[in-house]
């Protein structure tokens, strides 16, 4: 399993619109997701992901979060990589989904 923590200077707010976005889109049950938590911070807000893989992690991006920040966020897109801690999952328990690895 992949995980990231993904770490945005921008208000809770944008990331509000993306998340409602997507689910308008129909796209929010990204294939490969495991897990996905998001919390506002002092600074704008953080998503912690857990992906069945990195090319599930990167195709979401590409294909499904890339479009929808192109089409709501003004101005040039993030640079790829920029505030993203990639990480080994080491342990994940989540019983209401079953997942105890």
Known sequence: MYGVLSRVPAPAEMYDAMHDEILRRGEGKGEGLVVHVTRATSDGF????????????????????????????????????????????????????GIYT
């Open 46 to 97: 953080e998503i912690l992901e857990v992906w069945e893989s990195r090319e599930h992690f990167e195709r979401f991006n590409r294909e499904v979060v890339g479009p929808v920040i192109a089409d709501l966020a003004p101005g040039p897109p993030p640079a790829p990589g920029q505030g993203i801690d990639e990480f080994d999952v080491r342990g994940l328990v989540v019983p209401a989904a």
